[in-house]
């Protein structure tokens, strides 16, 4: 099964075990894309790596097609991505809520449990783009008349702390996936220079699996581990 996996579900990938007697119908290959093993934190003091100040790099992009198209034409079997509206074939299954925050290394000048709005825009960013668009505190910023400083621009929140922890960039990415790099690599999390809607995450998927027994069963089992974070992570 081809399922896409962005970064802020990781802990999907942590908590889920492909076992094909598990469960009904044809055996089939699983593979999730973003979820390269090894940008996932293990222990801390290890990868150092610092953009030159001023630099405008950009990283790897992923597959340019959109996730709807992957979805509607078979590539892809399911998707866990930022909820959007279902539409003609496609549905979106909500699986929980998730906020964004601010990460910088332990001993970052900037002080305290927040980042004030001056310091946010004038300090070099980790732009995460996963589909090559601006987020939610672009817009938001937008709205004001300002916008952040880019340093680096990366596709997946799995890479930003690894360039956060040796160097002096701030990256904005979702809590839990935050909590859990800031415990490995010594991060602070601070809490964003102006308020953020929270955002929901989603199981994207085609109307034509529906009664597939295998695909059934994986929605099932995403289901009960979306349920476990959202428990995990309102407590």
């Keep these: 099964m081809n ?21 009904p119908g044809t055996r089939r290959r699983a593979r999730c894309q973003g979820s390269d093993r090894r940008t996932t934190p293990r222990r801390s003091g290890s990868s150092r790596s610092t953009p030159r100040p001023g630099s405008r790099r950009r990283g790897r ?26 539409s003609p074939g496609l549905v979106w299954t909500r699986l ?3 906020r964004n925050v601010c990460l910088v290394r332990a001993g970052h000048p ?6 004030s709005l001056e310091a946010f825009c004038a300090l070099p960013n980790v732009v995460v783009s996963p589909e090559g668009r601006g987020s939610a505190i672009d817009e938001a910023l937008g709205r004001r008349g300002l916008r952040r400083r880019p ?6 929140f799995l890479v930003a702390p690894w ?29 964003p220079p102006l308020p953020l809607p929270d955002f929901a995450l989603a199981l994207g998927w ?24 959202a428990l995990a992570g309102s407590t």
């Excluded at 900037?110 to 980042?115: C, D, I, M």
């Excluded at 360039?163 to 601070?190: K, M, N, Q, W, Y």
């Design 206 to 229: 085609h109307e034509r699996v529906r009664e597939d027994p295998s695909h059934a069963w994986f929605r099932r089992v995403v289901a009960a581990v979306a349920r476990t974070l």
């Design 61 to 86: 992009q992923g597959a340019k097609a959109e996730l709807g198209a992957a979805l509607e034409s078979g590539a892809l079997d399911a998707v866990i991505a930022p909820s959007r509206p279902s």
């Design 3 to 23: 399922c896409a996996l962005p970064g802020p579900s990781r802990s999907f990938a942590r908590r889920m075990r492909w076992s094909p007697s598990s469960r």
């Design 96 to 98: 929980f809520s998730e």
């Design 163 to 191: 360039v956060v922890a040796g160097s002096d960039l701030v990256t904005t990415l979702p809590a839990r996936l935050a909590r859990r790099f800031a415990e490995v690599l010594s991060l602070r999390i601070l809490e």
């Design 110 to 115: 900037v002080a305290g449990r927040s980042v």
């Design 151 to 156: 340093a680096l621009r990366v596709p997946s």
